[in-house]
């Protein structure tokens, strides 16, 4: 069984940073894709980023040149780096191992806020 757990969400002014990180169990870490995704009120949930097993990464345009993807195969750890913060990055923030198929495991989430 597979478990996700996030840390490091919080309240920050615009323009402030926030480092996510979410710790796997279960599973074989290092060969997995991981990712993120976020879900404000009212929206879907939507893809931020993600990294490839191979360290390879893809972003949201949203958040291109903002935020970074990074992972620690000998910790089972990935991490994203938000900085210039920005209102409408108010969401739940969600770990994600996805899985061929389906949509994988998941997080508990993480609340950030960004005050303006």
């Known amino acids: 069984q597979v478990q996700l757990v996030e840390s490091g969400g919080g309240l920050v002014q615009a323009g402030g940073s926030l480092r996510l990180s979410c710790v796997a169990s279960?599973?074989?870490?290092?060969?997995?894709?991981m990712a993120w995704y976020r879900q404000a009120p009212g929206k879907q949930r939507e893809l931020v980023a993600l990294i490839s097993s191979g360290g390879s990464t893809n972003y949201a345009d949203s958040v291109k040149g903002r935020f970074t993807i990074s992972r620690d195969n000998a910790k089972n750890t990935v991490h994203l780096q938000m900085n210039s913060l920005k209102p409408e990055d108010t969401a739940v923030y969600y770990c994600?191992?996805?899985?061929?198929?389906?949509?994988?495991?998941w997080g508990q989430g993480t609340q950030v806020t960004v005050s303006s």
């Open positions: 994600n191992q996805p899985r061929v198929g389906w949509g994988g495991y």
């Open positions: 279960g599973s074989s870490f290092s060969i997995n894709t």
